[in-house]
Nanobody, 126 residues
Framework: QVQLVESGGDSVQSGGSLTLACAVS????????IGWFRQSPEKEREGVAAIGADDSTFAIASVKGRFSVSRDNAKNTVYLHMNNVQPEDTAMYFCALSSRVNNILAMPRDVFFDAWGQGTQVTVSS
């Protein structure tokens, strides 16, 4: 059974940095795509950034240049590095695994993801 566990959420001030981690277990293959999504009470869930099975990466326009995704294969962990965070980044952040996405040219839709974590809260104060 595939399990994803997010960690690293916190309360930070505007302009600060935070790194979220997504630990993957139970997936039988070494290569997979991980997407990071966020949802707040006021907004629908949106895809933020992703790393493909081929290590291609993508970030949406509103976070490009501030957020990046990396992978540590030895730890089966994917990271979302968040810099210069802003109050509008406040949300519950989820990671999700897709066995179907290899190369990323755009943010994959959530329907392509097969397993989800429970989320970690990020709160940014001004």
């Amino acid at each position: 059974q595939v399990q994803l566990v997010e960690s690293g959420g916190d309360s930070v001030q505007s302009g600060g940095s935070l790194t979220l981690a997504c630990a993957v277990s139970g997936y039988p293959y070494s290569r997979y795509c991980i997407g990071w999504f966020r949802q707040s009470p006021e907004k629908e869930r949106e895809g933020v950034a992703a790393i493909g099975a081929d290590d291609s990466t993508f970030a949406i326009a509103s976070v490009k240049g501030r957020f990046s995704v990396s992978r540590d294969n030895a730890k089966n962990t994917v990271y979302l590095h968040m810099n210069n965070v802003q109050p509008e980044d406040t949300a519950m952040y989820f990671c999700a695994l897709s066995s179907r996405v290899n190369n990323i040219l755009a943010m994959p839709r959530d329907v392509f993801f097969d397993a989800w974590g429970q989320g970690t809260q990020v709160t940014v104060s001004s």
